[in-house]
């Protein structure tokens, strides 16, 4: 019993150490990015493009890219994942197509961001060479120009990102729709209330918590992601905004210029943050804060899922 409880007593301290030491290493890291950064946190950092002079060095073109990089993942991404979760978890029977098309979700949500890189830059940017040196379709009566391929714009890596984030998004929808009680279920359907009703009125409206959570721990991911934006042509030095939108007001009045900007050239936030570092020490500060902005976004998304599921587990009724 004494050696039992030694071991027992060991072990915790083990992990207490660990955890502690853990801590420790986070804290200094955090503590040494904010006191770089302190000195280029200013308004007019957030109102400056990219600039040689570090003094002059700015984030608002890595913060506009971002947003429509996460907006348009999040368009194409969110819709196609929650409603393959729903097909797979209520309409499709357990045969070994499915069977296997599951295991491949859990296998692809595991393969490194790189893959997904190469496999964009493939697809999306170049769509096989199928278009020679490309073409462009006007639509909308010449208000709106796709290219063909895509080539290095916001739509090839929103969709980049897509990839990288479905089978995450459709792997936590099913664990939100499998935790909803079968009771559920049967008392809709006896009732007489058709499948769809069931999942529209009672299922969805249950999972929506989790469900909600899953996208934005997906998103906040996609957030911080360089690699697959490297392979797919961010540009890591740039001073203009997608579509030139450099204000909500001009997002806001001038359509022309957001039917544009997810077919224009951009940076992200992580590409930014690469390309001060890799400029050599006179820009470590202004990674920093660079840094700091990204860590208080992505602070921001995950804040919201908390609360989310805390909101949750206190609503719940079984």
Not at 16 to 42: C, D, G, K, N
Not at 55 to 64: E, H, L, S
Not at 105 to 129: D, E, H, K, Q, W
Request: net charge positive; aromatic share 10%; charged share 10%.
């Amino acid at each position: 019993m004494r050696r039992r409880l030694l071991l027992s007593s060991s072990f915790r301290l083990i992990c207490r150490v660990a955890v502690y030491s853990a801590i420790l290493v986070l804290v200094t890291l955090l503590s040494v990015v904010l006191w770089l950064a302190m000195e280029r946190l200013t308004l007019q950092f957030f109102q400056r493009g990219f600039s040689l002079i570090p003094d002059r060095a700015g984030i608002k073109a890595g913060i506009w890219g971002s947003f429509w990089l996460i907006s348009l993942t999040a368009i194409f991404s969110l819709p196609v994942g929650i409603g393959a979760a729903v097909y797979l978890e209520e309409y499709a029977s357990d045969t070994r197509l499915t069977r296997l098309i599951k295991v491949n979700l859990s296998n692809l949500a595991g393969v490194p961001s790189i893959v997904y890189g190469m496999l964009g830059l493939t697809v999306f940017v170049r769509m096989f060479g199928m278009f020679g040196r490309g073409i462009q379709l006007n639509l909308l009566s010449g208000w709106l120009v796709v290219p063909l391929p895509f080539g290095k714009s916001v739509i090839a890596g929103a969709l980049t990102m897509s990839l990288l984030i479905l089978p995450v998004v459709i792997i936590t929808t099913q664990e939100a729709l499998r935790a909803v009680p079968g009771t559920i279920r049967t008392a809709s359907l006896a009732l007489g209330a058709t499948r769809w009703q069931t999942i529209w009125s009672q299922i969805l409206p249950a999972s929506l918590p989790g469900i909600t959570t899953g996208a934005i721990l997906a998103i906040s991911r996609a957030i911080g992601e360089t690699a697959p934006l490297i392979m797919v042509g961010a540009v890591t030095y740039c001073r203009i905004c997608p579509g030139g939108i450099e204000s909500v007001q001009t997002l806001l009045t001038d359509p022309q210029r957001v039917l544009a900007a997810p077919f224009d050239k951009y940076t992200a936030m992580p590409i930014s943050i690469y390309g001060w570092i890799t400029s050599g020490p006179p820009f470590m500060s202004v990674a920093a804060a660079g840094i700091v902005v990204l860590l208080f976004v992505l602070t921001c998304f995950n804040g919201i899922a908390v609360y989310i599921r805390q909101r949750a587990r206190n609503k719940l009724k079984w």
